[in-house]
């Protein structure tokens, strides 16, 4: 598929095999990773890099205080994650050196988004900017991955399902923080339209499902980056993945905690939720929180706390600032969501 616009890649490398012996062309380099994916990796891409640095943590301190210690380097090459890879993308920043991003899972966006997102006292930030020279999409190595985790991709194109119409309520309020742009809504619901018609390729792992997930981010900045904001992609289901995630403390699978979010929000949004929770079905996209180790209790909470939260952290207008999260909507919504069972 011919992408035109932003995208935020310098050059690409997609197919099969495009790993292999990669790191001929990289100069001395550096490697960012977790031992999964490194395991898989390490001899593929033949050659020695000067470092291997195992992301363990995204907390800010943590990261600086590891791109101190790291040698002088060409090239980084983050592979795994979206944390080894905004591990690579902030040292890259830092560094001002060439960054080679080799995602081996498609769970989240990072490997085509110019910001790290960096942990601040447990509290997401978007940090540095960085852009991939090549993206290597190698399809046979994502698929040593499991499944879901790839499917799990999806979550952070079909947020535009309740993000678009965020911002379409901030803007009918006159509480847009950008001018509005209807036809970037246009574009965004058109990459929905385009992930629905590859539900099954998606599902299945196929070349051309793992292909389409890169394309959907791709063309995601294509709308967001002209705009220097991510509107059309990030709104309440974020928001509500963000209190968790400090709630708890503790990561979760990008796009499986997205994909809750949505579930939750176009509910609350009254968005098409029943279109939008069958699409997840076709996909395999998990959204249940049992799945994520989401105690009832700990959801209902974070559902009582959302729009002070919000509020406090000055986010982005949505429908959480329009629709009051009443307690007898959230027994409904976990009664659902979880059985009539109190138990995870």
Sequence with gaps: MEINGQTNVTSQLFGRGTSNELAASLGNFVVTTMPVPWQFVQERIGGTPLAVEMVDSMEISIV??????????????????????????????????????????????????????????????????????????????????????????????????TATLDWELAEASGRSEYPFSGDDVSKARQILAQVDKEADEIRTCTDRGLQAIVDGYMQVNTICLPADHYRVEEGSEHFLFYELEERLQRPFIHGQIVALGIYVMSRLQENRHGEVVALMDRLGLDYRPASLEIERDQLEASLLALAGYVRQSGFWHSVIDERSIEPVWITKLCDDLYGDSRQV
Excluded: Q
Aim: proline fraction near 6%; include cysteine; aromatic fraction near 6%.
């Design 64 to 161: 600086e205080e590891a791109i101190d210690r790291l040698p002088d380097c060409d090239t980084v090459l983050a592979v795994g994650g979206g944390r080894a890879i905004d591990f690579g993308k902030y040292m890259s920043w830092k560094r001002g050196c060439r960054l080679v991003s080799m995602p081996t899972v498609l769970s989240v966006d990072a490997f085509v988004t110019p910001k790290a997102g960096l942990r601040v006292d447990h509290r997401v930030e978007y940090l540095g900017e960085s852009s991939p020279d090549p993206l290597v999409i190698d399809y046979d190595l994502l698929r040593l991955a499991p499944n879901e985790l790839n499917i799990a991709g999806a979550g952070d194109l079909l947020s535009i399902h």
